[in-house]
């Protein structure tokens, strides 16, 4: 399975800028960029921090945008969304009984499970009111097939300082629970700004620095710096071995034509 991961769009209203950028113009040349070299990917996945500001035009803005995707798409909320628009602006998109933003695709590779972390009106994420639960029996109903998690919210830390209070609440004992359902083989997450990637108890995870302001990232400080690199896209290729996730810019680079006859160009031996 080829599965596109976007993340952290952080659209705002027309007319409007986000530091001084528009956040839709770098999600129309994702977008170009995903139709041009990855469009036979099964699925597109953006976790979250679809909007900055939780206001309904900005997710019309989103609506009209993701027109131009030509692969299905499935969105996720972030600690910037609200709940209430988003299911204005997208009412078939899928939800649980309690009304979260979380379902279940049956994909080729395995079991995709998308997680609502959304606490309305906070930076940190959360399971809390059911939704541990709720992933917990969906994990339960077909414990020998593959599971893939995707969050807004990072389930685990990932060293920085300045993330610290923004974590998933009460995110050790969540991770336990999905150790201990013996079937996760990754966890996808936004909301960090950076590119990171590792492992919390044998259960990997990966998140991209997004497709709009991105973050460079301190070992000892607790605040940050925002800057504008290129956007930024993870591609997942899963398959009965493994996970790998190949990281793209969208940005425009000379193609350097080496022959398999000729000399090496200086430099490139």
Known sequence: ?????????????????????????RL??????????????????VTGDLTDEGDFASYEVLH?????????????????DSRES??????????????????????S????????TLVEGFGHGSLSD???EWLLARLAETPDVPAYLFAHHPLQPIGLP???PWNTENWRPIMQAIVGAGNVRHVFHGHVHVDVGGTWSGIPFSASRGVAHQIIPHFTRR?????????AFDIAIIDVDGVLVHRFEVCDRHVVEVSAEGPVPEGMQ
């Open 64 to 80: 009209d945008v993701l027109r131009d995707l030509r692969i299905p798409t499935r969105l996720l909320l972030g600690n910037h």
């Open 28 to 45: 129309r040349k994702t977008i170009e960029r995903i139709n041009r070299d990855h469009a036979d990917a099964e699925l597109c996945v």
């Open 162 to 164: 300045h993330f610290e």
């Open 223 to 231: 605040d940050a710096d925002f800057v504008e690199d290129a956007p």
């Open 109 to 116: 590779a395995g079991r995709l499970i998308f997680l609502d």
């Open 130 to 132: 059911g939704r541990l």
């Open 1 to 25: 399975m080829k599965l596109i991961h976007l993340t952290d769009l952080h659209l705002v209203r027309p007319g409007a800028t986000l530091f001084g950028f528009d956040p839709a113009e």
């Open 86 to 107: 988003f299911v204005r602006a997208f009412p078939d998109e899928a939800r649980d009984s309690d009304g979260f933003v979380q379902s279940v695709h049956e994909s």
